[in-house]
């Protein structure tokens, strides 16, 4: 039988975060392909060098159990996708523990490739796996570059920065998420393609049922709400001047924490709700009067593509962010602060005002940034036969 035109010229092997831990890009674009491809999902150790600290205990025995028991995992799979745990040394920081590594996957990998409808094409958005470029049996490597590891708080810079060095120079087609990403793959003399990322307007813009969202009950409104990961990206600066400027209402900051700067904690009028799932959100953002992404300017955040950033916007909610590269690109659609004052300042007056009428028209340009499309121009890009390392 031909193929028809939808469908894809190659099954995936991707090398990511561990599949519904949290929706990452990756996840995203994966989920729009699992009707035109089959799927294997690698669960990898990560990127953050394991420390005596309680968050790597719980993280480890999460590692330990997926490794160790046959129990079938609570999230449901989608058709077409599968989803792996192979075991790994933990500490990659030494050519010994990069050696073993390889081969403790070369061996898992293998046979899995070879059961693979194929070509083969291998997908990652994390430099650990760089050695197994050239040794797995698959047809190309993709690297999509989502962040900067180098300039991740708390991971280790200096063999992150490393291995992405060795996976730039033998990845076949590279992948950007931001402008920044993007210039800083052409240091290594290397074309990549820009894809921001999507948003899901139906998600966002549903109604929801508020009553489920009984953690924010008892918070004194309004709430001005952050979502995401709580760590030393953000400028308590920014969160302190607000919090003295209000004269009622909540700070809330739901997400997993890692590590972030304690005087966050110290903070009057704000509420820490820890990590939520996904599917709560759109209830979490439709109780919220402004949403704000309060991080600080640093390298780390000037490369990063926030992906709640689209989300914020697809919520229909007044939206203040720190001035960043990747916010300036929809600086009509929201507002942009440099200084705390400035946010401070902002975030007060949408309080009042709600969503001006001027940026509730300019975001009507996020229907052309749908998942679905982002999808179609990654596969065109990256799993065909004739696709190129050269960005458009």
Known sequence: ???????????????????GRHPSSCQHLVRHLLDRCQVTWVNTIGTRTPRLDMATLKRGMEKLG?????????????????VINPRMWPWFGSTW????????????????????P?????????????????VLPVVRWVYYCVDDFGLWPGLDSR??????????????TLVAASDTLREKLATHGRSAHLLTHGVELDFWAAPTNNSACTELDSLERPLV????????RMDVGFVQCLAADMQRGTIVMVGPEADPDPALHRIPRMRRLGPVTFERLPCIAQQAAVLIMPYADLPV????????????????KPTVVRDLPANRDWADCLDLAATPEVFSQAVRQRLESGLPRD???????????????????????TLSPQSSSVGA
């Not at 997926?66 to 599968?82: D, E, G, V, Y």
């Not at 194929?118 to 050239?134: G, N």
């Open 66 to 82: 997926h490794w160790f028991t046959r129990q079938k995992s609570t999230i449901p799979l989608p058709a077409n996708l599968a």
């Open 118 to 134: 194929q070509p083969v094409v291998a997908v990652t958005t994390i430099p650990v796996v760089s050695d197994l470029i050239a």
């Open 359 to 381: 940026q509730q028209h300019a975001r009507t340009r996020l229907a052309a940034e749908s998942w679905t499309e982002k999808a179609r121009a990654f596969a065109e890009w």
């Open 301 to 316: 955040t000037r490369a990063m593509q926030p992906l709640k950033l689209k989300e914020y916007l697809a919520t229909g």
């Open 225 to 232: 709400v952050f979502w995401g990961v709580v760590d030393r």
């Open 159 to 172: 063999t992150l920065e490393s291995m992405e060095t060795c996976l730039i120079a033998g990845a076949d």
């Open 97 to 116: 523990g990069r050696k073993l590594n390889r081969r403790l996957l070369v061996r898992h990998l293998t046979p899995i490739i070879q059961s693979m």
């Open 1 to 19: 039988m031909a193929k028809s035109s939808n469908d894809c010229d190659a099954s995936l092997l991707v090398f990511a975060d561990d599949w």
